[in-house]
Every structure is written in structure tokens, then in C-alpha cells.
């Protein structure tokens, strides 16, 4: 079975520029995740989608942030403009339905200068 | 805002020996679960333990949770040099939405 894709792998922008993350779950998963983790913390849930609506959004900066997952299937998440602090691994995950275990594709690194 | 706090942040041992994680958290939760964490295979799920459970093993994992206490531990025995990584508790509570802890940094020595 083919695990949660994710690209790029690594990225460099200067802040205030934009960028974007692409994420392809484990086929037939319905729940999508995107973590941002910060280097020495755990992860941080920035958006839950459940098939291709929005079921938990609290922590996604929303003036700068945006995901979507049109077609339920695959995502994107992007940042306009970056900022320094938003240098971190952006990690995708999938699962069944919410609750149940996650697969956590490689992640993208983002370094903002 | 980070949930769980598992101790010690750090945790050196010898190839062979035990080594035990504990996680602390806040709020009830529905689940607790573990994931592993190292630069080659990524974030991966170790073990689901369900609120109304006291127990559980996976191979040479084995999971308390004390829901009272609020607090769960992760004992893996007979360490292996392969074990190095991060470990990090993550809670599941409303909306099963899963929140993660900051992470212990276990190093195995051979």
C-alpha cells in the first residue's frame, strides 16, 4: 500500500513570499491532516479535513494560510505571505475516519530567510 | 497549544535495558496514542490505547493508562540501537481531534 505523499521535500523562500504544499493521502483515506512542527515540539494541528469540507480550522492563521482538498482526495496548503516564523517541517497525514490511527507522509521543510 | 508533556525531554540507555516514557495531559480524551518519530522513516503510529482501557501491548511495547491521573507511560523493552528517535504522546479528545506532546529524545547506546 502506498503510504501519504508529499512535495516538495524541502523549500526556501524569503518572507514575505508565497509557497505551496502538496499532499496525497493513502487511497480510500477520508480524514486529512496538516501539521506544522516546529523544530524541538511536537506537531500542531493547523487543519482537519473530513473528505473535502473543513472539520476543524482553530489554529490555521487564517490571514495567511489557506488549504484546500477539492475533490476529497488530494490537498494543498499555502502561505501568503510567509514569515520568518513560519520556518518548520508542514506535515500531511490521512486516516479511515477521525479517531483512527495516522499515516504521516515525509513531510516539507520550510525555511523562510 | 501543546496537551500532553511527556518525561524525560531526554533519555540515554544501553542496548538491552528498558526504557520507560510517561505523558501527562490536561483535559479527558477519548484515546492516547504513541508515535515514533527518527530522520529515516518519519512520524509513525506505535500504539492506541482507548480511555476505558488500563493496558496494552504491541511486540516489545506496552502501554499504561491511568485516566484518574491523567497520565499514560510507554515502556519499551529490550532496547535496540534501531529504537533512537523521538517518542510523543498524543491525546484524542473531542472531535478526535489529536493533540501531540512536546516529546521525549530516547538514544539507545550500544
Known amino acids: 500500500e502506498a503510504g501519504v505523499a508529499q512535495s516538495p521535500r524541502y523549500k526556501i523562500i524569503e518572507k514575505r513570499q508565497s509557497v505551496a504544499f502538496w499532499c496525497n493521502p493513502i487511497?480510500?483515506?477520508?480524514?486529512l491532516y496538516w501539521y506544522q512542527q516546529i523544530l524541538g515540539q511536537g506537531p500542531k494541528l493547523l487543519i482537519q479535513f473530513q473528505n473535502n469540507g473543513v472539520v476543524d480550522d482553530s489554529q490555521l492563521p487564517k490571514d495567511r494560510f489557506s488549504a484546500e482538498r477539492l475533490k476529497g482526495v488530494d490537498s494543498t496548503l499555502k502561505i501568503q505571505p510567509a514569515k520568518l516564523e513560519d520556518s518548520a517541517v508542514y506535515l500531511c497525514?490521512?486516516?479511515?475516519?477521525?479517531?483512527?490511527?495516522?499515516?504521516f507522509g515525509p513531510g516539507t521543510r520550510l525555511t523562510v530567510t | 497549544s501543546q496537551q500532553g508533556e511527556e518525561d524525560p525531554q531526554a533519555l540515554s540507555i544501553q542496548e538491552g535495558e528498558n526504557a520507560t516514557m510517561n505523558c501527562s495531559y490536561k483535559t479527558s480524551i477519548n484515546n492516547l496514542q504513541w508515535y515514533r518519530q527518527n530522520s529515516g522513516r518519519g512520524l509513525v503510529h506505535l500504539i492506541l490505547?482507548?480511555?476505558?482501557?488500563r493496558e496494552k501491548h504491541s511486540g516489545r511495547l506496552r502501554v499504561t493508562l491511568d485516566t484518574s491521573k491523567k497520565s499514560s507511560s510507554l515502556l519499551i523493552t529490550a532496547s535496540r540501537a534501531a529504537d533512537t528517535a523521538s517518542y510523543f504522546c498524543a491525546t484524542g479528545g473531542g472531535g478526535n481531534k489529536l493533540t501531540f506532546g512536546t516529546g521525549t529524545q530516547l538514544k539507545v547506546e550500544l
Open positions: 497525514a490521512s486516516s479511515l475516519s477521525p479517531g483512527n490511527e495516522q499515516y
Open positions: 487511497s480510500g483515506h477520508a480524514t
Open positions: 490505547i482507548r480511555s476505558n482501557e
